[in-house]
């Protein structure tokens, strides 16, 4: 038998009167049963704070967290409805407008960010992105909003950490997701990327102050001193610093922070002792980046000298197996592949050409800038391994390719990248990583199978289906070509 549902004398006018207000303000229901479902647990949570004698003012995300925890015994309403994520979500809704009514007395913030939604949205447009990306951008704002008001996180206290926590949060913000289910790779990825956006957003408005700390950059200790070391000393580029960082991240603890105490049984085990699923390759970073740091500290007197002949070496066994390559068949088949209609096709093309003329490195490929390349002699200014700079024949086939995208398919931006992305805000590659990703999608769009992947495989291939990379880890046999103007 049914239990006649109270009537709204029972709860009183005010409680009457701000669920009639929160039904309006959810604005054109999907269906009468969402608008009932929503009505449903406003009622609910208003009842059992009035039976725990719990004033509006001081609701927070504790008492939802209370109310979603408590053995429901309230007339008409089950144990059953309070376990369920949208319930909860109606509830959490109805919290946020209690909080805009000015019923619950939320912590002042120096900023109504809210407010800056949609001039972010604007912004968006305004550097030319997709509709896709514009909405899901302007999603995670909102949601990273929502996430911070039920958080209780000022944004005057916002930092990197704050953003970290979002992205790993199991949500139960009041927003509306299509999805209530992250997908455990993209979803924290998504989420960070999104907030971060609207805090640069927001920082270059002056509405939130500038990020005081750097994320990842040691700038005191010996890893700041040893990234000094490595930059001034031993000419390494960023991209080496920045590995060797992360590595000596991993185990510095380990040894401790003074050199003086290290021994040679504590910097053989940081080699040894490691887990069973680090590979080979893993292995022997650690090996190159422990003898680095330990000669870094001799450097300054600060450990013997004779402390970095205690790592045991990582065997690496040479000339195992040839390098794999692709026959020259393939590889103008490759080429053919790319749609010289398209301005994607066009910049693949151009890359792809760089890569299996001149045999270059993915990361020759992604430094490659606008000023590196002599239209008048004909040659490519590449900078290699220790910031060394190379001088190398321009190709006619190259020229040309390189001359019809960057004349007739490279966005107009002032970046000096030679290769940029095709969709706005039209940024440079983040990393050579993202080469290797072309030189993939070109295989899976001609449907070329059975070749090595990623981009080096051209550098061990040439026309003759022999191996051509000198010692320098360039093609010296090319010949100047002349390139139209």
């Known amino acids: 038998m049914t239990t ?21 303000d959810c604005g054109p229901p999907r269906s009468t049963t969402s608008l009932a479902h929503a009505g449903s647990a406003a009622r609910h949570f208003l009842r059992w704070t009035s039976t725990h004698h719990i004033p509006i003012d001081v609701i927070d995300d504790d008492v939802v967290e209370r109310f979603r925890r408590h053995r429901c015994a309230c007339p008409r309403y089950s144990a059953r409805q309070v376990r369920e994520p949208a319930y909860l979500g109606q509830v959490r809704r109805f919290v946020c407008f209690l909080e805009n009514q000015g019923a619950i007395v939320a912590p002042s913030d120096r900023v109504d960010v809210g407010a800056y939604l949609d001039g972010f949205a604007e912004h968006l447009a305004a550097l030319g992105h997709g509709r896709s990306v514009r909405l899901g951008y302007s999603a995670q704002a909102a949601h990273f909003v929502s996430w911070l008001r039920v958080s209780r996180i000022r944004w005057t206290a916002l930092d990197e950490g704050a953003i970290e926590r979002f992205a790993l949060h199991k949500c139960r913000c009041p927003i509306r997701a299509k999805r209530g289910v992250r997908v455990p790779g993209t979803g924290p990825a998504h989420r960070r990327r999104g907030a971060r956006r609207f805090c640069a957003y927001l920082r270059r408005q002056g509405a939130i102050a500038p990020c005081l700390a750097v994320e990842g950059r040691p700038t005191d200790g010996p890893l700041g001193a040893y990234r000094t070391w490595l930059a001034q000393e031993r000419g390494a580029t960023d991209a080496t610093i920045r590995r060797y960082i992360q590595e000596a991240t991993r185990w510095l603890p380990r040894l401790g922070p003074d050199p003086a105490r290290y021994t040679a ?31 870094f500290a001799a450097s300054a007197s600060a450990c013997s000298a004779a402390l970095a002949e205690a790592v045991p070496p990582a065997v690496r066994r040479r000339l195992a197996t040839l390098p794999r390559y692709a026959a020259p068949s393939t590889i103008e088949a490759i080429i053919a592949s790319c749609d010289g209609t398209t301005p994607v096709g066009v910049r693949d093309r151009a890359i792809i050409l760089l890569l299996a003329r001149l045999g270059l490195r993915a990361a020759d490929v992604w430094r490659l800038r606008l000023e590196d390349v002599d239209w008048r ?13 190379v001088a190398m024949p321009l190709p006619q086939d190259v020229g040309e390719a390189l001359l019809a995208y960057i004349t007739g398919s490279r966005p107009v931006v002032a970046e000096q990248h030679v290769f940029l992305r095709a969709q706005a805000p039209f940024t440079p590659f983040r990393s050579a990583a993202e080469i290797a990703g072309i030189v993939a999608r070109v295989l899976k769009r001609g449907g070329i199978a059975g070749v090595p992947t990623g981009a080096h495989m051209f550098a061990y291939s040439d026309r003759s289906g022999r191996g051509f990379r000198c010692e320098a880890g360039h093609r010296s046999d090319m010949k100047p070509a002349s390139i139209p103007t």
């Open 265 to 295: 049984a504590a910097v053989r085990s940081v080699v040894i002792e490691q887990e069973p699923s680090r590979s080979r390759s893993s292995i022997r970073m650690t090996v190159t980046v422990l003898r680095s740091f330990l000669r």
């Open 4 to 24: 006649p549902q109270p009537s709204t004398s029972r709860l009183g006018e005010t409680h009457a009167a701000l669920i009639s207000r929160f039904l309006s």
């Open 377 to 389: 002699d004909g040659r490519l200014r590449l900078h290699g391994k220790q910031r060394r700079s």
